[in-house]
């Protein structure tokens, strides 16, 4: 039976741009698993009630129901252990956390800062109130307020992501030889930018603007072929 | 043969302060190995001559010379592989290396900062013309212009700290259940600030500082009983 996959759409359904289900879709494919993703909404939380929370990527296997990218990595390391690895031993899972951590709290931080605006857009328009409200209620400001500029944005980024293009120009992915969980964690915070906005954050000449390329080839082009909402 | 390390010592021979040498004293200890340390000053570059370069740490054990941290625990690891491994497989090898570059770009940038001139004080005399001249050219200007105050490292300490501290809150090491060379990397850059410095940098109720102690206490306290420079 394949396996079901509640992902993040936009306005236009087939953009999809969550950073959490991003990482979920390429931990499956790095599996070999296919997956038919059905499109879902904040405001959808009746469709997934089911997990018995309502944040996606919701993951339906047979009849396992996983909720959390971090969890559903687990979970496909646990349940096709004969297919390449996400999460490798106690050193590989734990400092995965690591990454995962740079990536949502430095990273999506910056991001979202650079993006908010395309991303308010990008939503579909049943979800803006929910959105502008719990946003601006988290970011104590106004989306409009909250976003900053581009070349602020370049500026921060830069910085922040020192200590990965650093590793980047030693070795190919995060995860080493080859892209793994630690690498789909920080890449779907990049897919997340990248399908609702057009704005260019990272110079073309930095090792990770490269890594990125590479990331965004894997699978046949899965990322690379993903639809960007159009402002 | 009991193994050697070339350490760098103040001018009080009895303080080591190197971020690279005490990763290597972490690393040795990890494995339960001896080490017999010789106190190295910056300008003793014949004493390890016979290394081919001029930087410490400088290992050796029989007829065995290594250099440079990372490479001594790639060393160790293979040589003394029944003993707990340092960096274990693949993944955690390139996260491994992912973390250094945290701690020596982005934590290590800030403590630089922080006790430049309680290290300019720590060091040994002789030292001190060829580090003053080093560094300012380094980092473009005097010592005591590049010098933070407390306040001001604190709070670039605290924003760098978040993803380790989301992680310490998680898991008890960055390795996971137990040390690894991951923790030695980024406990080296706390250790180089402990044994030159009184200046205290991180919130008492932060999960890094509760790591640090932890760490401090590894190996019957080997970082917490080693002397710190008095001003």
Not at 73 to 96: M, S
Not at 102 to 126: C, E, H, R, T
Not at 158 to 167: E, K, Y
Request: glycine share 6%; charged share 25%; hydrophobic share 45%.
């Amino acid at each position: 039976m394949t396996i079901r996959m509640y992902d993040l759409a936009g306005a236009n359904p087939a953009v999809r741009f969550s950073p959490y289900c991003w990482r979920a879709r390429m931990a499956l494919a790095h599996k070999g698993l296919d997956v038919e993703t059905i499109a879902w909404r904040f405001s959808d939380k009746e469709a997934i009630a089911f997990s018995g929370q309502g944040l996606v990527p919701v993951l339906r296997d047979g009849d396992t129901i996983v909720n959390d990218s971090w969890a559903i990595a687990e979970y496909l390391d646990k349940t096709y252990p004969d297919r390449p690895v996400l999460l490798d031993g106690e050193q590989g899972r734990a400092l995965a956390n690591f990454a995962r951590h740079y990536a949502q709290n430095v990273l999506s931080g910056i991001l979202f800062k650079a993006i908010m605006m395309d991303l308010f857009n990008a939503i579909d328009p049943g979800d803006r109130a929910y959105f502008r409200e719990s946003r601006e209620k988290r970011v104590g400001s106004t989306l409009e307020q909250f976003q900053i500029a581009p070349d602020a944005a370049r500026a921060q980024l830069n910085t922040a992501l020192s200590p990965l293009r650093a590793v980047l120009k030693e070795q190919p992915f995060i995860n080493g030889r080859h892209a793994a969980f630690a690498d789909y964690c920080v890449f779907g915070a990049f897919m997340w930018a990248r399908n609702v906005s057009s704005v260019s954050l990272i110079a073309e000449d930095d090792p990770t603007h490269a890594w990125r390329e590479r990331m965004l080839d894997l699978f046949d082009g899965l990322a690379r072929k993903s639809p960007r909402a159009t402002a």
